[in-house]
């Protein structure tokens, strides 16, 4: 593959990403707004945009190998997150003295440890005979494993807020 086309599928991986979490969101404010049609277009709108994401991303050199690799590369992102990425956003956040960001930045930076975390105990036990649910903080991106608390640890939800992926 030239340099081009690789750079072509990277643009538009992102792009179409960004379209699918856009429709997504634009989908949640139909619901909002009344107009559950518009939001099922929204949402049928965002899975076919992931459809070309995951499909541009797979054509790319090596960004989706074997999972034990994936897995470390998965790994060592929640780790960058955590440790160099959102604190530099939390600073500039807190010099602007803006607090919203600053929440939402803070709440993302504390669960990538959290993630760090699930993909560390997946690596040690990839054989296992395991069927775990988890619950995803649809606030924060917290996830519980298991079993559910009355409250999010990260940021108060309550137990309403998590989506169960089993
Ligand atoms: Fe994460
Ligand atoms: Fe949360």
Known sequence: MTDKTEKNLSYAFAAESKAAIRNDAFAKRAE???YPQIARLFRAISDAE????????????????????NLGAAFQNEIKANVDEYPKLIKD??????????????????VESRHAELYKKAMNDMLAERHSKYYVCQVCGYIFEDSLPENCPVCGAPKSKFNLVE
């Open 93 to 110: 956040a807190m010099d602007e003295n803006n607090k919203t960001a600053l929440q939402a930045f803070s709440h993302a930076r504390d």
């Open 50 to 69: 992931s459809v070309h994401a995951r499909r541009f991303l797979f054509l790319m050199r090596g960004k989706v190998g074997p999972t034990e690799e």
């Open 32 to 34: 909002k707004d009344g």
